[in-house]
């Protein structure tokens, strides 16, 4: 089964509005880490946010925010006010690991963001 | 910036033949990590390391091999390089002890002909 599934390979999204990207994880650990990163065409790869499973309150940093549904294994995020340097490949991420961590991503989202 | 450099950047070589790749990192972490990516794949996290000595597979270790002999180096070699193997690498830091978020290179395109 996969760790990780990002079920939207492509997404548009108009300049100034909001759009969520879904991700959807598997694990049978209690503690785990969730993390989305962007990814622009020049290639670099940029951490965005993270979520602890023990975290009760969804994470934000700026414009972007991780909607955690524990119960339904869910790690959505949401952009707002959506610009064009957003548009980019986004990928979903797992941490999880007893002793050691191993860590899992997605096959990442395409967002384009129309002026 | 996280400080992190790749080694080199890119790279052609022939089936058959050895390839280390290098990363180099400025701020003494402990945690590195080595991914390639693919696509249709993500990235896949090949080996990593939590110190000097202390190296661990990942999900898809076979056909590499991983050294570290000083905290701010992480080397990857494919002892003898396959097709399958090209593919861009990423190295990778983590900064923090609870989050363990990583920070990446700029990535290595390495093609096996």
């Known amino acids: 089964a996969q760790k990780i599934t990002q079920t939207q390979p492509g997404m548009f999204v108009q300049e100034k509005e909001a759009v969520t990207l879904d991700c959807t994880y598997d694990?049978?650990?209690?503690?785990?880490?969730l993390f989305w990163y962007k990814q622009p065409s020049s290639g670099e790869m940029i951490f965005l946010i993270y979520q602890g499973s023990y975290d009760e309150q969804n994470a934000t940093e700026g414009r972007y925010s991780l909607n955690f549904q524990k119960a339904r294994k869910s790690a959505n995020l949401v952009i707002s006010a959506s610009q064009l340097g957003d548009s980019a490949m986004y990928f979903c991420a797992m941490r999880e690991g007893k002793r050691r961590n191993q860590f899992y991503f997605g096959t990442g989202t395409s967002l384009t963001v129309i002026p | 910036d996280a400080g992190i450099t790749q080694s080199p950047r890119h790279k052609v070589t022939e089936t058959g033949t050895p390839v280390t790749l290098r990363c180099h990192q400025t701020?003494?972490?402990?945690?590195m990590y080595w991914y390639r990516q693919d696509p249709g794949h993500g990235l896949r996290l090949i080996h990593y390391s939590y110190g000097v000595k202390d190296t661990d597979k990942g999900e898809v270790s076979d056909g590499y091999s991983v050294s570290r002999s000083k905290t701010e180096d992480f080397l990857l070699t494919l002892e003898s390089a396959t097709s399958s193997q090209t593919s861009v690498y990423f190295c990778a830091i983590s900064v923090s002890l609870t989050s363990y978020e990583q920070y990446f290179g700029p990535g290595t395109r390495l093609t096996v002909t």
């Open positions: 701020e003494n972490h402990r945690y």
């Open positions: 694990t049978s650990d209690q503690s785990y880490g």
